[in-house]
């Protein structure tokens, strides 16, 4: 009985996703109360008041099942990125959509394109459908197009593209986009996932969705987890052509996404207050830190998201536990393969004077 094999080859090579470590989790192990999370690119202001409203409306009707079409919420949408609602996407976090990419586009031995150190979602949905991933390096920290344009070919059936880039922050520009776009085979989707749009301000950053408009074979996908900061109700969306959204929709789970999360996305769309709040506070905590870490001689990509990217010169796991002891919680740089970095999401001005606090302290103690 013990040599029968039950676990696809292919499920037998993944392995678990590592999120952020929570609170709780910090707060039990180290016994300490406050404890503060900039791990998982969060938004410390929270949820626009609207949305929370609309959570306690729909928490009222949760004995039904939530409305399969999301009937409501894609039409703000497609009134939102200026597309037809048939080119809409929705799906419980961008996470489901990129793994329904999987399920409807990618065969076992397809290429699937990404860079080194990506985003852990691309890789898990190449390895779960038994695909073959094609990494291509970064250079300084940016995806180098150039080189991953080098690598198509007929059988690179998906190329993930986050940008910006999770966890450098940098982008990739409209410029090498277009380039880019225009070396890619007829039968090859470009996903571009760009979970902290809303967060840049660069003139040079694509209008991606130009590319769907023109009925490229793109998907843009981007999320209610960040700066809406409704992510415990795991809620994204996307557009693409209606080609491909039909195709997704067929491998979508039935009722994937829940009341409240329709219900709080819709809310949040009509607050653009809220959005514009929290990209001031973080351009104001980007400045500071940047601020800081010059001050502390350390190197750092400047970053278009709500994150910054640094370089510890030294192993990074040590300063992470000296840092959670400090009840300060960040995401170290191993996991996207850079042992000397960690990435610290913005928080509040007195969360970020915190994390430098405590990172100095730990620096200067020399850990490490
Ligand atoms: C680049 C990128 N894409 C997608 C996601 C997932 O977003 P969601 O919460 O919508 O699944 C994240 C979350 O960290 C991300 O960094």
Redesign the pocket.
């Known amino acids: 009985m013990s040599d029968v094999r039950l676990t696809r080859r292919c499920v037998e090579r993944l392995k678990p996703y590592r999120p952020g470590k929570p609170i709780e989790e910090v707060q039990r192990e180290f016994g300490l109360r406050e404890v503060i999370k900039l791990a998982?690119?969060e938004n410390p202001l929270g949820p626009s008041p609207a949305a929370v409203e609309a959570i306690l409306r729909a928490s009222k009707e949760v004995r039904l099942y939530p409305d399969n079409d999301c009937y409501h919420l894609k039409r703000a949408l497609a009134a939102h990125l200026d597309v037809e609602v048939e080119q809409i996407l929705v799906g419980h976090?961008?996470?489901?959509l990129?793994h329904n990419i999987g399920l409807a586009f990618i065969s076992p031995g397809d290429e699937v394109m990404m860079c080194s150190g990506p985003?852990s979602?691309y890789e898990f949905t190449a390895a779960l459908m038994d695909a073959r991933p094609v990494y291509v390096p970064m250079r300084d920290f940016r995806y180098d197009l150039e080189a991953m344009a080098r690598r198509l070919n007929r059988r690179t059936k998906v190329v993930f593209i986050?940008n910006p880039?999770?966890p450098t922050g940098a982008i990739v520009t409209a410029e090498e986009l277009a380039a880019f776009t225009a070396a890619v085979p007829d039968a090859t989707i470009v996903v571009l996932?760009e979970?902290?749009y809303e967060y840049v301000s660069d003139p040079a950053y694509p209008r991606s969705l130009d590319l769907v408009r023109q009925g490229r074979r793109v998907i843009v996908?981007r999320?209610?987890?960040?700066i809406y900061a409704l992510?415990g109700l795991?809620?994204?969306y996307g557009a693409t052509t209606t080609e491909l959204a039909e195709a997704l929709e067929r491998v979508r789970e039935p009722f994937n996404v829940s009341s409240i999360a329709q219900a709080a996305a819709l809310a949040s769309l009509g607050d653009e207050e809220q959005v514009a709040r929290t990209r001031t506070l973080n351009r104001d905590s980007l400045a500071y830190l940047y601020r800081e870490l010059e001050r502390l001689h350390l190197s750092y990509t400047p970053s278009h998201a709500n994150f910054v990217w640094l370089d510890l010169g030294r192993d990074c796991g040590e300063v992470f536990v000296e840092l959670l002891k400090r009840g300060v919680i960040v995401r170290t740089g191993d996991v996207f393969g850079a042992p000397t970095h960690i990435r610290v999401t913005t928080g509040l001005p007195e969360q970020n004077a915190r994390f430098i606090a405590a990172l100095e302290e730990v620096l200067g103690a020399g850990a490490g």
């Open positions: 998982s690119n976090g961008s996470d489901e990129i985003f979602q986050g880039t999770n996932d979970a902290y996908l999320t209610f987890s960040k992510a795991r809620v994204g």
